[in-house]
């Protein structure tokens, strides 16, 4: 009997200790609480010489020349060209999205990569199981035509240490030599101008150059984990050299990690490196108290510093109101912050003394520095750092601007729901 109840009691601690690991799992953060510079008073700014390596080390991101690259604002500028480029592909083509539904893109996709599998193109498209609800007779119907389809981190009892952990990763690869990545999906929302309801407002990038090949690499990584076949060969990586001149770029790929991740590392020193302007432009916009406070000290040292979020017409209230707790931090240090105001802001940039840049799936929230796929193009660049700029400015136009004194008046309801969805901000 007594060891009996040993056991039971045994039993008991492993099974609590088993809970709270998978708690502390599901609700981790990222540890990064400042960035200092030894043998400097300040980490490197974008234009000095010590940036580009450090970003790189710290990013694990190789940067290089010979890129071209368009950024494309809302979808009637990413669609059109998006499908001229899959319509022209030679060699194969492949596909990861997180967020895909039935509707007017969903039909113009499947028709063209049904025509391309049935031209004898090696066509891939690897959907996440939670975001994406594609009917199962459209994938049923792309597998019949040829095209290799499979979900990413399927929902199932034996995977539920991954439930947390998606694949919010943004890929289209083109012949190995044409890549986009940015904040759309598979949706008609993102269709449209970003000027009207319903009509999402968005960036992205086409881009040509050696980080076609990194954005391939995070698709072939995710590939294998899905279905247990890596990918190689020059079909998806050609060996064709790229151009010597061209924009500095690379793709990177930021997954989970137990401690600090690429993603946190690039964003913290992307922000301590501010000396002029930062511009940051993010639909979920719920940075932790260290990420908070390196933006903060960018404003208080005298750096223009400005957030774009999305506002009232956000698809997901909760984060809105988690981020909105947290307004006066920002405020009160000289931060500018402003809420779009037309529909929902999707876009997901920063901008670092015009020559820094970046664009891709990365939201500033604990989900995507800690639990999700993410790929973004980072940029060395003056030309396509004035052009987001710019963007950013004409995007202000069109947002409110959060004023400190009329937000300090905001009402008790208000106070309430932004107190209580900060409670769970970690996993929003």
């Not at 599901?26 to 700014?45: E, I, N, Q």
């Not at 500095?248 to 002029?276: D, K, Q, Y």
Request: charged content about 25%.
């Amino acid at each position: 009997m007594t060891f009996g109840i040993i056991g039971f009691i045994f039993a008991g601690l492993i099974c609590g200790v088993i809970f709270l690991a998978g708690l502390l799992s599901a609700v981790k953060g990222t540890p990064v609480r400042d960035v200092r510079a030894l043998g400097g008073d300040r980490p490197p700014g974008v234009d000095e010489p010590g940036f580009r390596e450090g970003i790189e080390l710290v990013s694990r991101t190789s940067l290089a020349p010979g890129h071209r690259i368009e950024v494309f604002v809302n979808g009637d500028e990413t669609y059109p060209r998006l499908w001229e480029d899959l319509r022209a592909a030679r060699r194969a083509i492949t596909m990861q999205m997180y967020y895909c539904e039935k509707g007017r893109m969903a039909d113009t996709l499947r028709e063209i990569l049904l025509e391309r599998a049935a031209a004898g193109i090696p066509v891939f498209l690897l959907y996440d199981a939670f975001g994406s609800s594609f009917p199962k007779e459209y994938i049923e119907s792309l597998k019949k035509g040829g095209v290799n389809a499979t979900p990413f981190r399927p929902l199932s009892i034996l995977g539920a240490h991954k439930l947390q952990h998606r694949a919010h990763i943004r890929v289209v690869c083109v012949d190995g030599t044409v890549g986009y990545t940015g904040g759309f999906g598979i949706s008609d929302k993102w269709f449209g101008n970003g000027l009207v309801k319903d009509q999402w407002r968005d960036t992205n990038v086409r881009f040509t150059g050696p980080a076609v090949g990194q954005l391939q690499a995070a698709f072939v990584a995710c590939w294998a984990e899905a279905t247990g076949h890596m990918l190689v060969g020059e079909t998806l990586f050609p060996l064709d050299g790229a151009p010597k001149d061209g924009v500095v770029a690379g793709v990177l790929h930021g997954s989970p990690s137990v401690g600090s991740t690429e993603a946190e590392r690039f964003l913290t020193l992307s922000i301590a490196s501010a000396r002029r302007r930062l511009y940051i432009t993010n639909s979920y916009f719920v940075p932790d108290k260290d990420i908070r406070r390196l933006i903060a000290d960018a404003a208080r040292r005298g750096v223009d510093t400005r957030v774009l979020t999305a506002g009232p017409e956000t698809d997901v209230k909760s984060t809105l109101y988690a981020g909105r707790a947290r307004y006066e931090e920002l405020l009160e240090a000289g931060v500018r912050v402003y809420e779009y105001d037309e529909t929902m802001m999707h876009a997901k940039t920063l901008v670092v003394d015009g020559r820094w840049a970046a664009v891709g799936s990365m939201n500033a929230d604990n989900r995507s520095l800690s639990f999700n796929e993410e790929t973004v193009l980072m940029m060395l660049d003056e030309s396509t750092g004035a052009k987001l700029e710019r963007q950013f400015l004409r995007d202000i136009e069109h947002a409110t601007e959060i004023r400190l004194e009329t937000f300090r008046k905001r009402g008790a309801w208000e106070r309430t729901k932004e107190h209580a969805t900060h409670l769970v901000w970690r996993v929003l």
